[in-house]
């Protein structure tokens, strides 16, 4: 038996389970480094080793407005990785309290930490959408900035706060113009208009210019065009979007709107950008993240297979959950996400209960 005070993992963030849970010494430190994050780095290892098979797209949703993309040429993009906690934001600066009069709104996180932020092996990009500082996470930036060589990608005025207060060097920072694109890897990226009303009001007396403040990344795989849309709300430029960029896959927040503010999209209004869009796959997000805006995702799933059967028939929903892997177009058709159960695992030949040689006449 493991005699020391710290549990051993391998490299997937696996434990041996020799003294989990066994009385030894225990402070809050090997607390914290012992369960934190819950899942350890498994999720590191898995999108480290997946090998992303020719004319497909791989991608990894971690929760509330965070995913990881991976290539073909092994490119790993982490958009919006929220590595931070609960939270409370007050009337000078918050966008959400200014727009709704509020003078301060809790947001208690909801979705656990199922990625390590400092376990990435290779990270080519971090890409920003907007200055929110659970999609500008401190915790994230700081992790890949000392760990890794990657990019950093973010509008103007995200780009200005990185720099100046999270110590991003000049060098290392993209900044991502409206109507632009680059190219990272195998992978090009158009940065296409994002109409992300609260963040053009998030720390400033006067709302700023779209352009300024928030992006929508475009990745351009072999599958398709991959939308990460941050914290858009409904806008009928969407409708220049579709017809500007080629989008089979769109993610963008959803959520419920207490009266007197609107902070994240209702389903309905997902389905609108979507339609907007041209989308073919439908993934939300955000709406698994906080507590005040928690939204049931049926109610797009309804919206969407109701409105389908209308007008655009090849559209389809995809519900992911915390942890979850899409690839496309072998998973466009799954719905909702299930975890793995491990039925694949199961031999029968080694059981114990049921196996060769177990005696029946004495059951």
């Known amino acids: 038996m493991n005699k020391g005070n710290v549990v051993k993992y391998d490299e997937r963030g696996v434990s041996d389970g020799s003294t989990v849970g066994l009385p030894r010494k225990m402070t809050r430190e090997i607390w914290l480094q ?19 098979k020719s004319g497909t797209a791989a991608m990894w949703y971690f929760g509330g407005p965070s995913f990881a ?32 009069g509020a003078d ?8 656990p930490h199922v990625i390590d932020p400092w376990k990435f092996k290779r990270l080519d990009a971090v890409c920003i959408t907007h200055h929110h500082q659970d999609h500008m996470d ?11 060589d990657c990019m950093f990608i973010a509008p103007p005025e995200a ?5 100046k207060n999270m110590k991003v060097p000049e060098k290392r920072l993209i900044v991502a113009q409206v109507g632009k694109s680059i190219r990272i890897k195998d992978i090009k990226i158009d940065f296409a208009p994002n109409f992300d009303v609260i963040a053009t009001r998030t720390g400033f007396d006067t709302p700023q210019p779209f352009g300024e403040v928030a992006v929508s990344y475009i990745f351009n795989t072999k599958a398709g065009g991959i939308a990460f849309l941050g914290d858009t709300l409904y806008h009928n430029g969407y409708r220049m979007v579709g017809e500007q960029y080629k989008v089979d896959i769109v993610c963008m927040d959803m959520g419920n709107n207490a009266p007197g503010y609107t902070d994240k999209m209702s389903p309905w ?24 805006c928690y939204e049931d995702p049926s109610y797009l799933e309804y919206i969407v297979n109701r409105k389908t059967k209308e007008n655009r028939p090849e559209m389809k929903t995809v519900i992911l959950l915390p942890g979850a892997r899409y690839v496309h177009p072998n998973d466009q058709n799954i719905g909702r996400y299930v975890y793995p159960d491990w039925r694949e695992r199961m031999n029968w030949k080694k059981s114990l209960e049921y196996g ?4 029946w006449g004495r059951f």
């Open 104 to 111: 301060k709104l809790w947001w208690m996180r909801l979705n």
């Open 34 to 52: 012992e369960v934190f994050p819950e899942w350890g780095s498994y999720l590191n290892y898995e999108i480290e080793h997946f090998r992303v």
């Open 138 to 148: 401190f915790y994230a930036i700081s992790a890949a900035l000392q760990t890794t």
């Open 269 to 292: 209004d997902v389905w609108r950008v979507a339609e907007a869009l041209n989308a073919k796959v439908v993934i939300p997000d955000h709406y698994d993240n906080f507590g005040n």
């Open 356 to 359: 060769p040689g177990k005696n």
């Open 69 to 100: 993309l991976k290539s073909q040429a092994g490119a790993v993009f982490l958009v919006d990785l929220f590595a931070g906690t609960s939270g409370f934001t007050d009337y000078s600066y918050c966008g959400v309290c200014r727009t709704s």
């Open 159 to 163: 780009a200005r706060r990185m720099k």
